[in-house]
Nanobody
Framework: QVQLVESGGGLVQAGGSLRLSCAAS????????MGWFRQAPGKERELVATISSGGNTNYADSVKGRFTISRDNAKNTVYLQMNSLNPEDTAVYYC??????????????????WGKGTLVTVSS
């Protein structure tokens, strides 16, 4: 069983930055594809960014150029650096892991493990 624990959320003013972290348990973290989702009040959960086991990244258009996903396999941790935040980025952010698929994120694939989320609030 893999546990994912997010941290780093909080309140920030528009234009500010935050870095989210997701610490994973387990010895095979380096083989997982990892992703960050977010869910704003009254909206569906959406995929924000993904990173493969090999470090390939993908982003939602809404965050491209502002957010950066990265991973440190030695620390079993994935990060989401968020810059130029705006109120529309306010949401609960969830860390997610996919197992298999040669470490590549599958957009239509099942998420095998979820974190409990961390709240990001951006004030105008």
């Amino acid at each position: 069983q893999v546990q994912l624990v997010e941290s780093g959320g909080g309140l920030v003013q528009a234009g500010g930055s935050l870095r989210l972290s997701c610490a994973a348990s387990g010895r095979t973290f380096s083989s997982y594809a990892m992703g960050w989702f977010r869910q704003a009040p009254g909206k569906e959960r959406e995929l924000v960014a993904t990173i493969s086991s090999g470090g390939n990244t993908n982003y939602a258009d809404s965050v491209k150029g502002r957010f950066t996903i990265s991973r440190d396999n030695a620390k079993n941790t994935v990060y989401l650096q968020m810059n130029s935040l705006n109120p529309e980025d306010t949401a609960v952010y969830y860390c997610a892991a996919q197992v298999g698929n040669f470490g590549r994120w599958s957009p239509m694939g099942r998420v095998d493990y979820w974190g409990k989320g961390t709240l990001v609030t951006v004030s105008s």
